[in-house]
Each structure stands twice: as C-alpha cells, then as structure tokens.
C-alpha cells in the first residue's frame, strides 16, 4: 500500500487567488511527479522532481510551479488562479530504482470560478 | 517521443464475461509496462505491471500480455465483476522513466 497523500482533496476558489496544492510521501522516494487530469481522464505530466532541488517541467505547459525542499514534500502553486485552471491534480512518487511503478495520491478537485 | 494509444475508449460487459483492453507503443526502447485502475474519486492504482524480460504475466483474474515484436500489450480480466468498473490506464516506460499513459479505457461491468 502507498502511503503518499494530497491536500486539499476539493478546492473552490475565486479567480486571482494563489493556492498551493500539497503532496508528501512516506516512502522515501526520490522521484515526484504531478499530473494534470482532464475531463476525458487523459493525464498530463506537468512537472517532475528526481530529488531535492531538482525541478523539471513535463509536456503539458502549465503556468504552475513546484518546488522540492524536501524529499518527502513537492507542492505545487498556481500564483494567479483562472478557471482554465480548473481540473483535478494527480501527485505521484516513484523510487530511483528501475523499473518500478508510480505510486499515485488521491488526487486534488480544483474548481475555480 | 513515445506514443501510446489505448482502444477501446469504452467498454461494457455482463458480468462474467471477460474484458480486454489494448495498447500500442512506438517506442521500442520501452521496456516497462504498467496498467493502471482508477475508481471514481481516487488516484490511479497499480494492478499490474509487465517487464519486457517477460511474455506474459497473471495475477489471479487479470493478465498481461505483451509482443515486443508488434509493439503491443494487452489487459486481460476474466470472470469479471461489478466491481471492476472503472478506468483502466495503461503506459509504457523506459527502464522506468518518464510515463506514457494511453488515453484511457472506461470499463462497466453489467450485472
């Protein structure tokens, strides 16, 4: 069982607000993701982190940004919120070595009005 | 980059019956191949997973099967039940790296 968590699970909130979606893992996992899950359930990869310090953007442009202090904490903020922000968020974790799965939270429902 | 598509988008058996769930890749460097379950209102969880060193690989009802040669890789479910619907994600990887996911297959299980 993964133990990787997301918070909050439901945010509304109004246009131009900064918000800051969180992610920890227990797992001691050197790589973390965040995805991008649109309604047809298609996932995007937005951003990554294969350990502290180390920020990548993934193939869907997003006018998000992450950071990664720590190796078990990896938020992602959105400095001005839009509705075309509106989507659910995927965070997911993943140990360095090969061939291993991606251990997905829960997920964060954001609605922005 | 690599390109996974996924058919078919929808799929709708009665109870019982089995369920498969198609991908192809064009990377043939892939070598890792996971298949995915999300239930409605959760995160996509692991139910199976395939390396390239193998053909083939069960776990109780659900399979795997995979064709390195035709670059393609199959879900299987077998006898299955109401609680198997949901959306059924697969991707390709190598060595682990950056995930592709198909685009999706959305199972109902008729009862």
């Known amino acids: 069982e993964a133990d990787i968590y997301q918070t909050p699970r439901y945010l509304v909130i109004g246009t131009g607000k900064k918000i800051t979606l969180e992610c920890s893992q227990t797992m001691g996992h050197d790589k973390m993701y965040w995805y991008q899950q649109d309604p047809g359930m298609e996932l995007h990869l937005i951003h990554y982190?294969?350990?502290?310090?180390?920020?990548e953007k993934g193939d869907l442009s997003s006018e998000s940004t992450v950071s990664r202090i720590r190796t078990e904490h990896f938020p992602l903020t959105l400095e001005s919120a839009r509705p075309s922000h509106t989507s659910q968020y995927l965070c997911?974790?993943?140990?360095?070595?090969?061939?291993?799965?991606?251990?997905f939270g829960p997920g964060t429902r954001l609605l922005v009005l | 980059g690599e390109n996974v598509e996924q058919h078919p988008s929808t799929l709708s058996v009665q109870e019982g019956d089995s369920a498969v769930i198609k991908c192809t890749y064009s990377d043939s460097a892939s070598n890792y191949f996971p298949w995915y379950k999300q239930e409605l209102g959760k995160g996509p969880q692991l139910i199976i997973d395939?390396?390239?060193?193998?053909g083939e690989k069960k776990d109780q009802r659900i399979a795997v099967t995979l064709n390195k040669t035709a670059k393609h890789f199959s879900l299987h479910i077998t006898e299955t039940q109401p609680e198997d619907s949901a959306v059924y994600f697969c991707?390709?990887?190598?060595?682990?790296?950056?995930?592709?996911f198909g685009t999706g297959t959305s199972l109902t299980v008729i009862p």
């Open positions: 982190s294969y350990g502290v310090n180390s920020t």
């Open positions: 997911a974790s993943q140990t360095l070595q090969g061939w291993e799965t991606q251990y």
């Open positions: 395939i390396r390239s060193n193998v």
């Open positions: 991707a390709a990887s190598v060595w682990g790296n950056q995930f592709y």
